[in-house]
Nanobody, 127 residues
């Protein structure tokens, strides 16, 4: 199985965008879907997570301007971000794991904590 991100691209400051995380080869029903981002010179950051019941967890850096949703029947989860800032520019990854969101975003090795990891989708916030 695998997960793949899609969406993103170039967005103006203050704009919005949506990323999709689509699973293939397995069902999402029992998996938490976590979102991470990586930008040059900064460590990998766990930004948000949605668990199988739909409960969400957000990093302070994106809280209040990010929403998550999932459609298990379609094997897809979404990350929507608004009020985008240049510092949101990064490659965004989704990961899936049968863990709680606290675990998904709280482990030291974020990538190793996921059972599945996508190849990433870039969001560039620039005027």
């Amino acid at each position: 199985g695998q997960v793949a991100e899609s969406g993103g691209g170039l967005v103006h400051p203050g704009g919005s965008t949506r990323l999709s995380c689509t699973a293939s080869g397995f069902r999402l029903d029992y998996y938490s879907i976590a979102w991470f981002r990586e930008s040059p010179g900064k460590p990998l950051e766990g930004v948000s997570c949605i668990d199988p019941r739909g409960a969400t967890l957000f990093a302070n850096s994106v809280k209040g301007r990010t929403s998550l949703s999932r459609e298990n029947s379609k094997r897809v989860a979404y990350l929507e971000m608004s009020s985008l800032k240049p510092e949101d520019t990064a490659v965004y990854y989704c990961g899936a794991a049968v863990v709680s969101c606290d675990q998904a975003l709280g482990v030291v090795d974020l990538r190793a904590g996921m059972d599945y990891w996508g190849k990433g989708a870039r969001i560039t916030v620039s005027s």
